[in-house]
């Protein structure tokens, strides 16, 4: 079955330090996503995207992050200057029709 | 803004037995979707079953099926004859049915950790 692949794994970073978070959605999917979960919290909606544009943001979404899809295939998520309550898993997400596909997502520590 | 309320931070069950998930949830809206989702170890989230707040009938995947008591907001996730495969993570998650075509904003429980004994 046909995954989305989110890498790395896990990324450490120093505080004040741009992050970059790499997703490659399910190949015909259309609407994509990003959620987090800090440790111990809930998970959070962050943004979806659509035909090249965010077409929503939560509160959490400040200009610090931003979102790309910078050729067919890929997805990301920068962080612009980290800081250490961004501490999280990350999970990309795309989507067909009314079902919601997750990645492994990506664990981020700021130091 | 709509909640979603896991009371069992941990359960567990013995193998071949049947377990039962609580959620409850709170919303204005009337029509809505509800899901189970499942986070193994290998920490993927994967969608285990669905439920449209029209339908009255509780929907049933295999060994999975849920208790929808929309007048009480509750959701429950029944698995029966539980397998040592099934011991994860489960999150309860609602989304609104008036959210825009392409948003899927889901808000999830905290989860609850579901622990399988051979």
């Known amino acids: 079955e046909p995954e989305v692949t989110q890498t790395p794994s896990h990324q450490v970073t120093q505080m004040g330090q741009e992050v970059i978070l790499r997703c490659v959605p399910i190949?015909?999917?259309?609407?994509f996503y990003w959620y987090r979960q800090i440790l111990g919290q809930k998970v959070e909606f962050l943004v979806s995207?659509?035909?090249?544009?965010?077409?929503?943001k939560s509160e959490i979404f400040d200009d610090q992050f931003s979102v790309e899809r910078p050729d067919g295939s890929n997805f990301t998520l920068k962080i612009r200057s980290t800081k250490l309550e961004d501490s999280a898993m990350y999970f990309c997400a795309s989507r067909q029709l009314q079902k919601l596909f997750f990645g492994s997502g990506t664990q981020l520590s700021v130091l | 803004a709509q909640t979603v309320t896991q009371s069992q931070p941990e359960m567990s069950v013995q193998e071949a037995e049947t377990v039962t998930l609580s959620c409850t949830y709170d919303t204005s809206e009337s029509d809505y979707y509800l899901f189970w989702y499942k986070q193994p170890p290998s920490r993927q989230m994967i969608l285990v079953i669905r439920?449209?707040?029209?339908?009255?009938q509780n929907a049933t995947e295999n060994r999975f099926s849920v208790n929808f008591q929309k007048a009480a907001k509750s959701f429950s996730l029944k698995i029966s004859d539980s397998q040592l495969g099934d011991a994860a993570m489960y999150f309860c998650?609602?989304?609104?049915?008036?959210?825009?075509?392409?948003?899927?904003?889901?808000?999830f429980g905290k989860g609850t950790k579901l622990s399988v004994i051979p």
């Open positions: 995207f659509y035909n090249n544009e965010i077409s929503e």
């Open positions: 190949s015909n999917h259309l609407y």
């Open positions: 998650a609602y989304r609104s049915s008036y959210s825009g075509a392409g948003s899927y904003q889901l808000t």
């Open positions: 439920q449209e707040a029209y339908k009255q």
